[in-house]
């Protein structure tokens, strides 16, 4: 897998100002000395997700966007992060991780396949986890942590601070805590992260998994419908959903051979958030190049260095 054309994007996360009062200055923000405001959209694109970023890596440009410094809920979207923790993090993939109590959802109330006492591997856990949403899977992964679940969540927001998502903050690693917080600017350089490791790419962009369970085989399915159709080279991708969310997509994908990072943040409905993904994709198709922003003004930077 080609991983330049997401290097612009990696770079411009990692390039921290000199002085803390710049740091924090994100190079998405509405304050910036662009005279196009960027809570403003840049298009006639009409999405159903109050929130949302279209952008092209491997340019910096952003082609589309509304209200992408709004500071939100996340839901699942944050298992990216989770992934990205414990890859870092260097732990043994066949290490057996068994969900206990502390697993179970006291917060929402979600169901799970896994029942208290499943014993899966690492690799599996994380697998369901991105792939079909598993709570319990990203709860064990987060719990069997060197030092548990809060040392596994500061290490979760010490990698925002160092990706640049300073408008972000992770209180578990299930998504199921509306206090997990982002913006669609910021979870554009997380997806563009998340893309850089092989197993994100691989486990995020799977139709389905047999996992064993003891004597039992459980069969999960991805959760972004785009995925499982096959239509799209999805390079990486993330749904979410809770009520304080709505319904969630990251994904990095290809369209007209060039590639694209979409955040589309609190749809009403999976259809909704569906067809917004489908929408952004004819948009580029039929718009024959990747520059969408209005001709009369520059266009915004994913970066303000760029």
């Not at 790419?201 to 972004?224: C, D, F, I, M, P």
């Not at 959903?241 to 009403?268: D, K, Q, S």
């Not at 520059?291 to 915004?300: C, I, M």
Request: proline fraction near 4%; include cysteine.
């Amino acid at each position: 897998m080609n991983l330049r054309p997401f290097l612009p994007l990696l770079l411009g996360a990692f390039l921290l100002p000199a002085s803390m009062e710049s740091a924090h200055a994100n190079p998405f923000s509405a304050t910036s000395s662009s005279t196009n405001s960027l809570l403003e959209p840049r298009t006639s694109l009409a999405l159903r997700s109050d929130a949302y970023v279209v952008a092209n890596p491997k340019t910096g440009e952003i082609l589309a966007e509304r209200n992408a410094n709004r500071v939100m809920s996340i839901a699942s979207i944050t298992k990216l992060m989770t992934a990205l923790v414990v890859l870092d993090g260097n732990q043994r993939l066949n290490e057996t991780l068994t969900v206990t109590m502390d697993d179970v959802d006291r917060l929402k109330g979600t169901g799970s396949r896994l029942a208290v006492g499943s014993r899966l591997s690492r690799a599996d856990m994380l697998h369901i986890a991105l792939m079909s949403s598993e709570n319990r899977a990203a709860s064990a992964l987060g719990r069997h942590y060197p030092g548990g679940r809060k040392a596994f969540i500061e290490a979760m927001n010490a990698k925002a601070r160092m990706l640049g998502m300073w408008s972000t903050h992770f209180a578990d690693s299930t998504g199921l805590n509306p206090r997990n917080v982002s913006t669609a600017h910021d979870l554009a350089k997380l997806a563009a992260a998340a893309s850089t490791y092989p197993l994100i790419r691989q486990y995020t962009a799977s139709e389905q998994r047999l996992v064993r369970n003891g004597k039992r085989q459980l069969h999960y399915l991805n959760s972004n419908r785009l995925v499982r159709e096959g239509e799209w080279p999805i390079l990486v991708s993330k749904t979410g959903y809770i009520r304080e969310a709505g319904r969630c997509l990251v994904m990095g994908t290809r369209v007209n051979n060039e590639p694209v990072v979409m955040v589309l943040l609190h749809a009403n409905t999976t259809n909704e958030r569906v067809a917004d993904a489908r929408k952004i994709k004819s948009w580029l198709e039929t718009s024959g190049r990747m520059t969408l922003t209005a001709q009369s003004t520059p266009p915004a930077k994913l970066f303000s260095n760029q």
